[in-house]
Protein backbone atom coordinates (compact mmCIF):
# COMPACT_ATOMS: atom_id res chain seq x y z
CA UNK A 1 0.00 0.00 0.00
CA UNK A 2 1.30 3.50 -0.77
CA UNK A 3 1.68 6.07 1.62
CA UNK A 4 3.33 3.83 4.70
CA UNK A 5 5.89 6.34 6.18
CA UNK A 6 4.90 9.92 7.43
CA UNK A 7 6.92 11.71 10.35
CA UNK A 8 5.81 14.17 13.00
CA UNK A 9 7.91 16.37 15.48
CA UNK A 10 8.29 15.65 18.83
CA UNK A 11 5.93 18.78 20.17
CA UNK A 12 3.63 17.18 17.49
CA UNK A 13 4.03 13.43 18.87
CA UNK A 14 3.73 14.73 22.74
CA UNK A 15 0.62 16.83 21.88
CA UNK A 16 -0.77 14.29 20.29
CA UNK A 17 -0.47 11.43 23.40
CA UNK A 18 -1.01 13.97 25.81
CA UNK A 19 -4.62 14.59 23.37
CA UNK A 20 -5.49 10.96 23.93
CA UNK A 21 -4.75 10.99 27.26
CA UNK A 22 -7.39 13.57 27.74
CA UNK A 23 -9.36 11.73 25.82
CA UNK A 24 -9.03 8.50 28.09
CA UNK A 25 -9.75 10.51 30.83
CA UNK A 26 -13.35 11.32 29.61
CA UNK A 27 -14.19 7.55 28.90
CA UNK A 28 -12.75 6.98 31.90
CA UNK A 29 -15.48 9.14 33.45
CA UNK A 30 -18.19 7.08 32.20
CA UNK A 31 -16.14 3.68 33.67
CA UNK A 32 -18.11 1.84 36.14
CA UNK A 33 -18.12 -1.28 38.10
CA UNK A 34 -19.81 -4.41 37.85
CA UNK A 35 -21.07 -7.19 39.93
CA UNK A 36 -17.72 -9.17 39.58
CA UNK A 37 -15.98 -6.71 40.81
CA UNK A 38 -14.36 -5.15 37.53
CA UNK A 39 -14.76 -1.91 35.97
CA UNK A 40 -16.50 -1.81 32.61
CA UNK A 41 -16.37 0.66 29.87
CA UNK A 42 -18.87 1.48 27.03
CA UNK A 43 -18.59 -0.12 23.34
CA UNK A 44 -18.75 2.61 21.37
CA UNK A 45 -22.49 3.23 20.45
CA UNK A 46 -23.07 -0.43 20.53
CA UNK A 47 -25.19 -0.02 24.07
CA UNK A 48 -23.32 -3.06 25.41
CA UNK A 49 -20.85 -2.84 28.49
CA UNK A 50 -17.60 -4.84 28.68
CA UNK A 51 -14.81 -5.36 31.09
CA UNK A 52 -12.23 -2.64 30.75
CA UNK A 53 -9.52 -5.99 29.96
CA UNK A 54 -10.25 -8.92 27.78
CA UNK A 55 -8.76 -12.42 27.87
CA UNK A 56 -6.93 -13.46 25.11
CA UNK A 57 -7.69 -16.41 23.28
CA UNK A 58 -4.37 -16.94 21.60
CA UNK A 59 -2.47 -17.47 24.96
CA UNK A 60 -5.66 -19.46 26.56
CA UNK A 61 -4.89 -21.81 23.33
CA UNK A 62 -1.46 -22.14 24.37
CA UNK A 63 -1.82 -23.18 28.39
CA UNK A 64 -1.01 -26.58 28.02
CA UNK A 65 -2.91 -28.32 29.86
CA UNK A 66 -6.49 -28.07 29.01
CA UNK A 67 -8.25 -28.79 32.23
CA UNK A 68 -6.00 -25.99 33.58
CA UNK A 69 -7.35 -23.46 30.65
CA UNK A 70 -10.93 -24.38 31.49
CA UNK A 71 -9.90 -23.44 35.17
CA UNK A 72 -8.40 -20.34 34.63
CA UNK A 73 -11.03 -19.16 32.25
CA UNK A 74 -13.69 -20.03 35.07
CA UNK A 75 -12.03 -18.10 37.51
CA UNK A 76 -11.93 -15.25 34.99
CA UNK A 77 -15.34 -15.18 34.81
CA UNK A 78 -16.29 -15.76 38.49
CA UNK A 79 -13.66 -12.19 39.18
CA UNK A 80 -16.41 -10.63 36.67
CA UNK A 81 -13.53 -10.86 33.60
CA UNK A 82 -16.48 -11.88 30.77
CA UNK A 83 -15.13 -10.63 27.55
CA UNK A 84 -13.28 -12.84 25.73
CA UNK A 85 -11.30 -12.79 22.63
CA UNK A 86 -10.88 -15.46 20.18
CA UNK A 87 -9.77 -16.39 16.61
CA UNK A 88 -10.82 -18.64 13.78
CA UNK A 89 -7.01 -19.63 13.64
CA UNK A 90 -5.59 -19.76 16.46
CA UNK A 91 -3.47 -22.51 17.15
CA UNK A 92 -5.50 -24.43 14.33
CA UNK A 93 -8.66 -24.42 16.21
CA UNK A 94 -8.03 -25.45 19.61
CA UNK A 95 -8.28 -22.02 21.18
CA UNK A 96 -11.98 -22.01 20.01
CA UNK A 97 -12.38 -25.46 21.41
CA UNK A 98 -11.03 -25.20 24.83
CA UNK A 99 -12.57 -22.02 25.10
CA UNK A 100 -15.95 -23.88 23.82
CA UNK A 101 -15.60 -26.41 26.85
CA UNK A 102 -14.78 -23.66 29.71
CA UNK A 103 -18.47 -22.00 28.34
CA UNK A 104 -20.52 -24.75 27.81
CA UNK A 105 -20.03 -25.61 31.86
CA UNK A 106 -22.87 -24.05 33.72
CA UNK A 107 -24.09 -21.69 31.65
CA UNK A 108 -20.79 -19.85 31.37
CA UNK A 109 -22.31 -19.04 28.26
CA UNK A 110 -24.78 -16.65 28.95
CA UNK A 111 -22.33 -14.31 30.86
CA UNK A 112 -19.64 -13.95 28.74
CA UNK A 113 -19.46 -11.25 26.07
CA UNK A 114 -17.96 -13.54 23.60
CA UNK A 115 -15.63 -12.70 20.54
CA UNK A 116 -14.41 -14.07 17.44
CA UNK A 117 -12.62 -13.48 14.07
CA UNK A 118 -12.66 -14.45 10.60
CA UNK A 119 -9.82 -14.72 8.42
CA UNK A 120 -11.74 -15.64 5.22
CA UNK A 121 -12.65 -12.64 2.77
CA UNK A 122 -14.53 -13.84 0.49
CA UNK A 123 -18.43 -15.26 0.79
CA UNK A 124 -17.85 -18.68 0.82
CA UNK A 125 -14.47 -18.75 3.28
CA UNK A 126 -16.22 -16.67 5.85
CA UNK A 127 -19.27 -18.61 6.47
CA UNK A 128 -17.23 -21.72 6.51
CA UNK A 129 -15.09 -19.58 9.23
CA UNK A 130 -18.01 -18.63 11.17
CA UNK A 131 -19.82 -22.37 11.40
CA UNK A 132 -16.29 -23.94 12.93
CA UNK A 133 -16.49 -20.77 15.09
CA UNK A 134 -19.61 -21.78 16.29
CA UNK A 135 -19.31 -25.39 16.58
CA UNK A 136 -15.77 -24.99 18.35
CA UNK A 137 -17.15 -22.69 20.63
CA UNK A 138 -20.82 -24.47 21.12
CA UNK A 139 -22.27 -21.60 20.83
CA UNK A 140 -25.44 -20.07 18.44
CA UNK A 141 -24.07 -16.84 18.06
CA UNK A 142 -21.08 -14.26 18.73
CA UNK A 143 -21.60 -11.40 20.28
CA UNK A 144 -18.49 -10.03 18.08
CA UNK A 145 -17.27 -10.96 14.88
CA UNK A 146 -14.53 -8.88 13.27
CA UNK A 147 -12.26 -9.54 9.80
CA UNK A 148 -8.88 -10.41 11.75
CA UNK A 149 -5.30 -8.74 10.72
CA UNK A 150 -6.05 -6.33 8.07
CA UNK A 151 -2.99 -5.82 6.14
CA UNK A 152 -2.88 -6.71 2.13
CA UNK A 153 -3.53 -4.19 0.08
CA UNK A 154 -6.85 -5.87 -1.54
CA UNK A 155 -8.82 -6.74 2.01
CA UNK A 156 -10.95 -3.76 1.65
CA UNK A 157 -12.06 -4.30 -1.49
CA UNK A 158 -12.25 -8.33 -1.25
CA UNK A 159 -14.32 -7.74 1.55
CA UNK A 160 -16.36 -5.37 0.34
CA UNK A 161 -16.83 -6.72 -3.09
CA UNK A 162 -20.05 -8.58 -4.69
CA UNK A 163 -18.83 -11.62 -3.07
CA UNK A 164 -17.30 -10.28 -0.40
CA UNK A 165 -16.93 -11.50 3.32
CA UNK A 166 -18.80 -8.50 4.30
CA UNK A 167 -22.27 -9.81 2.34
CA UNK A 168 -21.55 -13.25 4.32
CA UNK A 169 -21.49 -10.93 7.96
CA UNK A 170 -24.56 -9.35 7.61
CA UNK A 171 -26.65 -12.02 6.68
CA UNK A 172 -25.17 -13.96 10.10
CA UNK A 173 -26.16 -10.60 11.72
CA UNK A 174 -29.58 -10.95 10.37
CA UNK A 175 -29.82 -14.51 11.54
CA UNK A 176 -28.94 -14.19 14.57
CA UNK A 177 -25.50 -16.01 14.39
CA UNK A 178 -23.10 -12.43 15.12
CA UNK A 179 -24.57 -9.12 17.15
CA UNK A 180 -21.70 -6.98 16.13
CA UNK A 181 -18.96 -6.54 13.14
CA UNK A 182 -15.81 -4.87 13.56
CA UNK A 183 -12.09 -5.56 12.18
CA UNK A 184 -8.72 -6.15 13.64
CA UNK A 185 -5.22 -5.45 12.69
CA UNK A 186 -1.38 -4.56 13.57
CA UNK A 187 0.50 -4.43 10.49
CA UNK A 188 0.60 -0.75 9.63
CA UNK A 189 -1.72 2.22 10.53
CA UNK A 190 -2.74 3.00 6.83
CA UNK A 191 -4.92 -0.27 6.39
CA UNK A 192 -6.84 0.53 9.39
CA UNK A 193 -7.51 3.65 7.57
CA UNK A 194 -8.29 2.58 4.50
CA UNK A 195 -11.09 0.16 6.57
CA UNK A 196 -12.48 2.89 8.01
CA UNK A 197 -12.64 4.70 4.69
CA UNK A 198 -15.21 2.22 3.53
CA UNK A 199 -19.19 3.06 3.30
CA UNK A 200 -19.95 1.03 6.96
CA UNK A 201 -20.86 1.29 10.44
CA UNK A 202 -18.12 -0.46 12.23
CA UNK A 203 -18.71 -1.06 16.00
CA UNK A 204 -15.37 -1.92 16.87
CA UNK A 205 -11.40 -1.80 15.79
CA UNK A 206 -9.39 -3.48 17.53
CA UNK A 207 -5.18 -2.77 17.20
CA UNK A 208 -1.60 -2.31 19.09
CA UNK A 209 -1.83 -0.10 21.76
CA UNK A 210 1.68 0.40 23.88
CA UNK A 211 4.12 2.57 24.64
CA UNK A 212 6.39 1.84 21.45
CA UNK A 213 3.53 2.44 19.25
CA UNK A 214 3.54 5.86 20.49
CA UNK A 215 6.63 6.18 18.41
CA UNK A 216 6.79 4.07 15.36
CA UNK A 217 4.15 3.30 12.93
CA UNK A 218 1.71 4.84 15.67
CA UNK A 219 -2.06 3.82 15.70
CA UNK A 220 -2.60 5.77 18.56
CA UNK A 221 -1.42 9.02 16.26
CA UNK A 222 -2.99 7.95 13.10
CA UNK A 223 -6.36 5.35 14.18
CA UNK A 224 -7.53 5.83 17.71
CA UNK A 225 -8.80 9.56 16.87
CA UNK A 226 -10.63 8.62 14.40
CA UNK A 227 -12.34 5.58 15.86
CA UNK A 228 -13.25 8.19 18.84
CA UNK A 229 -14.40 10.69 16.51
CA UNK A 230 -16.87 7.68 14.67
CA UNK A 231 -17.99 6.56 18.29
CA UNK A 232 -16.64 3.20 17.22
CA UNK A 233 -15.45 0.93 20.19
CA UNK A 234 -11.73 0.52 20.63
CA UNK A 235 -10.29 -3.14 21.83
CA UNK A 236 -6.89 -2.64 22.60
CA UNK A 237 -4.01 -5.35 22.29
CA UNK A 238 -0.34 -5.96 22.57
CA UNK A 239 0.24 -3.54 25.68
CA UNK A 240 3.30 -5.62 26.72
CA UNK A 241 4.66 -6.11 23.16
CA UNK A 242 5.43 -9.06 21.23
CA UNK A 243 7.40 -12.56 21.45
CA UNK A 244 6.06 -13.13 25.68
CA UNK A 245 6.08 -9.62 26.77
CA UNK A 246 9.72 -7.96 25.49
CA UNK A 247 9.08 -4.29 26.56
CA UNK A 248 8.39 -5.67 30.09
CA UNK A 249 11.83 -7.72 29.75
CA UNK A 250 14.14 -5.27 27.69
CA UNK A 251 12.82 -1.90 29.14
CA UNK A 252 12.42 -3.12 32.68
CA UNK A 253 8.94 -1.84 32.93
CA UNK A 254 5.83 -4.15 35.06
CA UNK A 255 3.25 -5.24 32.87
CA UNK A 256 0.71 -3.59 35.47
CA UNK A 257 2.24 -0.19 34.41
CA UNK A 258 1.98 -0.78 30.61
CA UNK A 259 -1.56 -2.44 30.81
CA UNK A 260 -2.45 0.87 32.70
CA UNK A 261 -1.02 3.13 29.78
CA UNK A 262 -2.79 1.30 27.52
CA UNK A 263 -6.38 1.44 29.36
CA UNK A 264 -5.33 5.45 30.01
CA UNK A 265 -6.36 5.72 26.28
CA UNK A 266 -9.65 6.06 24.96
CA UNK A 267 -10.44 2.64 24.62
CA UNK A 268 -12.93 -0.16 25.75
CA UNK A 269 -11.31 -2.93 26.51
CA UNK A 270 -7.40 -4.03 26.42
CA UNK A 271 -7.39 -7.49 25.65
CA UNK A 272 -4.48 -9.21 28.39
CA UNK A 273 -2.75 -12.31 27.37
CA UNK A 274 -3.44 -14.92 29.98
CA UNK A 275 -1.59 -18.23 30.17
CA UNK A 276 -1.88 -18.71 34.04
CA UNK A 277 -3.34 -18.03 37.53
CA UNK A 278 -1.02 -15.43 38.40
CA UNK A 279 -1.08 -13.77 34.87
CA UNK A 280 -4.56 -13.58 35.47
CA UNK A 281 -4.87 -12.58 38.97
CA UNK A 282 -2.33 -9.99 38.29
CA UNK A 283 -4.12 -8.37 35.52
CA UNK A 284 -7.79 -8.62 37.68
CA UNK A 285 -6.09 -6.57 40.27
CA UNK A 286 -4.22 -4.11 38.18
CA UNK A 287 -8.01 -3.41 36.69
CA UNK A 288 -9.85 -3.72 39.69
CA UNK A 289 -7.16 -0.23 41.22
CA UNK A 290 -7.19 1.10 37.80
CA UNK A 291 -6.92 4.92 37.36
CA UNK A 292 -5.72 7.00 34.44
CA UNK A 293 -1.72 8.15 34.23
CA UNK A 294 -0.89 11.43 34.67
CA UNK A 295 1.11 13.45 31.89
CA UNK A 296 4.19 13.50 33.74
CA UNK A 297 3.82 9.34 34.43
CA UNK A 298 2.77 9.78 30.47
CA UNK A 299 5.84 11.66 29.35
CA UNK A 300 8.49 9.77 31.55
CA UNK A 301 7.38 6.38 29.95
CA UNK A 302 7.44 7.93 26.49
CA UNK A 303 10.85 9.06 26.99
CA UNK A 304 12.26 5.77 28.58
CA UNK A 305 10.21 3.99 25.26
CA UNK A 306 11.49 6.51 22.16
CA UNK A 307 14.96 5.06 21.40
CA UNK A 308 13.96 1.33 21.84
CA UNK A 309 10.80 1.87 19.56
CA UNK A 310 12.93 3.49 16.90
CA UNK A 311 13.01 0.78 14.63
CA UNK A 312 10.25 -1.31 15.37
CA UNK A 313 12.03 -4.21 16.36
CA UNK A 314 10.22 -5.07 19.31
CA UNK A 315 6.82 -4.41 17.31
CA UNK A 316 7.96 -7.91 15.14
CA UNK A 317 4.05 -7.78 14.35
CA UNK A 318 4.70 -4.55 12.10
CA UNK A 319 7.81 -5.69 10.51
CA UNK A 320 6.40 -9.05 8.74
CA UNK A 321 3.34 -11.15 7.72
CA UNK A 322 2.15 -11.96 10.66
CA UNK A 323 -1.24 -13.77 11.60
CA UNK A 324 -4.08 -14.76 9.26
CA UNK A 325 -2.46 -15.70 6.21
CA UNK A 326 -4.84 -18.40 5.38
CA UNK A 327 -7.07 -16.41 2.75
CA UNK A 328 -4.13 -15.52 1.20
CA UNK A 329 -2.46 -18.62 0.61
CA UNK A 330 -5.40 -20.49 -0.94
CA UNK A 331 -6.51 -19.72 -4.04
CA UNK A 332 -8.48 -16.62 -4.46
CA UNK A 333 -12.11 -17.07 -5.93
CA UNK A 334 -12.65 -15.65 -9.73
Known amino acids: ?75 AIDNGLTFFDNSWDYHNGRSEEVMGKALAADGHRNKVFLMTKVCGRDYRSARQNLEDSLRRLRTDHVDLWQFHGIKWDDDPEVIFGENGALKYALE ?3 AGKVRFIGFTGHKHPQFHMAMLDKPFDWATVQMPLNILDAHYRSFQERVLPVCVEKQIGVLGMKALGSQGGRIPRELEIPAPTLRQYTLSLPISSLVCGIQSRENLRQDIEMARNFSPMTESEVKELLAKSEKTAATGEIEQYKLGNFGCDWWHNQTKPE
Not at 22 to 41: D, E, F, I, K, M
Request: no cysteine; aromatic share 6%.
Open 1 to 75: MKGLTYSISRREFLQTALAGLALGRTLYASQAGSPGGLPTRPLGDTGERIPIIGLGGWDIGAVQEEKEAVSIMHE
Open 172 to 174: ARD
